[in-house]
């Protein structure tokens, strides 16, 4: 009998911390890629694919989140799908429509734009007729959507979905030269009650501003921060110039 019960503690040790690092309550930030400078937004693109390229390469499925405070972020998804297929990658993309004007390469294997929310059934049927062996299936959403450090997300659901945990990279800005520390501050002190995960990526940016905020960044380059916040889950932080 103790016997068993040492078993079922073992488990339950186990299962715990498997998944605090899935979805991490508090995750340790695992940095990827510090402070590093582009001179044009497709580079942090390719960059953030090469720094990932072995992890990407045993994945079928890959959620990539773009951020509307970035600008150019079209220009840093696009960078990464051209790296991926001078990697030899075939990629097949699955895209919201309001990314058909994105100057997509033409050499991913196939483009399927949606008007879904990514919340039907019909969703989940089509995403498991659309992975294959040797095919890397993209799917482009909000970064409010695609983390799993928000519940509810994409991700999660693909987690189930597949039956695996998906690897997502979100797309996040940052302030390179951030001020006095401001109200979002107290927020973060209890971000880990957030119900919805959204203040988790908010106060996962505000850390990074804080914590290069005294190297001095040159507010005229472009900036490209990277971390690991989970098992699979990336947290890409790109500052843009302004005017840029």
Do not use: M
């Given at each position: 009998m103790v016997r068993w019960l040492w078993v079922?503690?073992?488990v339950s040790l186990s299962s715990g911390v498997y998944f605090v690092i899935r979805y991490g309550l508090r995750p340790k930030p695992i940095p990827v890629m510090n402070p590093t400078s582009f001179e044009r937004f497709e580079q942090v693109g390719i960059v953030t694919y090469k720094r990932l390229r072995q992890n990407i390469r045993a994945e079928r499925v890959v959620l990539?989140?773009?951020s509307v405070r970035v600008n150019q972020d079209d220009s840093i998804w696009i960078g990464f799908a051209k790296a991926a297929l001078a990697d030899g990658q075939k990629i097949l993309l699955y895209l919201p429509e309001s990314a058909s004007s994105f100057d997509w390469p033409k050499a991913v294997v196939q483009r399927i734009y949606t008007s879904d929310t990514f919340q039907s059934e019909g969703f989940g049927r089509e995403v498991k007729e659309l992975l294959q062996a040797g095919h890397i299936l993209v799917?482009?959403?909000p970064s409010n959507q695609v983390?799993?450090?928000?519940?509810?997300s994409l991700s999660r659901?693909?987690?189930?979905?597949?039956g695996h945990p998906v690897l997502s990279i979100s797309s996040l800005p940052f302030d390179a030269n951030p001020g006095?520390?401001?109200?979002l501050l107290s927020d973060c002190l209890n971000a880990s009650e957030d119900k919805t995960g959204e203040l988790r990526l908010g106060c996962a940016a505000y850390r990074v501003e804080r914590k290069f905020a005294k190297k001095k960044l040159d507010p005229s380059k472009i900036w490209g921060v990277m971390e690991r916040h989970g098992l699979k889950?990336?947290?890409?932080?790109t500052y843009q110039p302004q005017g840029g």
């Open positions: 079922l503690l073992a990539i989140g773009a799917l482009l959403a983390s799993h450090l928000v519940t509810d659901r693909l987690d189930k979905l597949v006095q520390p401001d109200e889950e990336y947290l890409l932080f």
